[in-house]
């Protein structure tokens, strides 16, 4: 008898699969459904100190979770006041409704505004509290170490301020995510997204106008996380949460046998919607019975750097391997006056 029960956030829950943060979760009935198809926990999407900053919250309010107006209301046009409010009560009806873990997420700028809003999320009843750090750099003068350090001290202020669990969404783009990660990991974050998606513009030719929208993911991004989750598992404490391209039931396996804890979905539940669910699901079920697993936990890790296969192809020995023998393409693609030049 297969069973699906593993831990997000550190919170026992049913299903591995849980409905990252987006648009989707603003429908409760979209949720509901979600809910009852088999998503073992949901993601509200993020608050933003420019959301919160336009709140039209009572003074005796915004005494109490110390709101400070940190720029002035028409540098962000497209926030309609009273926002702030809106997300909150949101976050509570659903939380109310749901019988799986509500996590809340936020991103700000000032670090009294993250404690602030984190408390807020927190006071809605939400059983964790995603920081969305995939948010693009725009400051020449920020360098690496100082945004590494940042992240650090955000991490190390919620956790002293919230009596709910810290999970961190992090871009792949770091100089070295590894050591990047094990600060996070010594800073107390109980679970790492990895990975968020980070939004690119694009370029119209035609019209010559850039378009900044926010757009599913394609396939391919799934092999940037499971690689830096096999790699992490079991040489830092924080839980894994494997995130980005999961388009089916082999994909939660391959977060899985990486070593991720649980996988977060969005784009496959846009373009498929809820009912699709629980496919996904069918077909983790069909491959562990297909196995011989029992639990998730029967092969959870199994093929992270762990397993010597694994470490070798995590290694500059195996990248090398790789590129030299990178002439199988060449095989695979044949090109005439290539193939002539790579036999000279
Ligand atoms: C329409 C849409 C809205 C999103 N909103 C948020 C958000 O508010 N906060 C956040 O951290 N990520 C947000 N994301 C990113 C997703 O949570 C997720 O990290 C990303 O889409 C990669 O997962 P996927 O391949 O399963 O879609 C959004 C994605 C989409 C498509």
Not at 49 to 76: C, D, G
Not at 306 to 321: A, L, N, P
Request: hydrophobic residues 40%.
């Amino acid at each position: 008898m297969v069973c699906f029960s593993t831990k997000y956030m550190g919170m026992e829950i049913s299903s591995p699969l849980v409905l990252g943060a987006s648009d989707l979760s603003l429908s409760p009935n979209i949720v509901m459904d979600a809910m009852d198809n088999g998503i073992g926990a949901v993601v509200y999407p993020t608050l933003f100190e420019e959301v919160a900053m336009m709140n039209q919250f009572s003074e005796s309010q915004q005494r109490k979770y110390e709101i400070k107006q940190h720029a002035k209301r028409n540098m962000f046009p497209f926030v309609r006041h009273g926002d702030l409010h809106a997300h909150l009560s949101n976050v509570r009806d659903l939380v109310k409704r749901l019988n799986v873990p509500v996590i809340g997420s936020l991103n700000c700028l000032h670090p009294d505004a993250w404690v602030t809003y984190a408390k807020a999320l927190e006071d809605q009843g939400v059983k964790g509290i995603e920081l969305n750090f995939c948010v693009p750099n725009f400051s020449w003068s920020y360098n690496s170490k100082h945004t590494e350090l940042e992240q650090c001290r955000i991490v190390e202020l919620l956790k002293s301020n919230l009596h709910i669990p810290v999970a961190a969404k992090l871009s792949p783009y770091f100089t070295n995510l590894l050591h990047h990660v094990k600060l996070l990991d010594r800073a107390g974050v109980d679970s790492l997204v990895l990975f968020g998606n980070p939004i690119f513009p694009d370029i119209n030719t035609q019209t010559e106008q850039m378009s900044f929208d926010v757009d599913v993911t394609s396939d391919s991004i799934l092999h940037r996380s499971f690689p830096f989750i096999g790699k992490l598992y079991s040489n830092i404490i924080a839980e894994l949460i494997g995130s980005g391209g999961v388009r089916n039931g082999y994909d939660i396996v391959k977060m899985i046998l990486a070593g991720a804890e649980s996988v977060q979905v969005v784009s496959t539940v846009y373009r498929h919607k809820v009912e699709y669910i629980p496919r996904m699901l069918e077909e983790l079920k069909g491959w562990m019975a297909s196995k011989g697993y029992d639990r998730l936990e029967d092969f959870r890790g199994n093929l992270s750097i762990e397993c010597r296969e694994s470490k070798r192809i995590f290694s500059r020995k195996g990248y090398v391997d790789m590129m030299i023998h990178s002439t199988n393409v060449a095989k695979k693609y044949p090109l005439k006056k290539m193939t002539e030049k790579l036999t000279l």
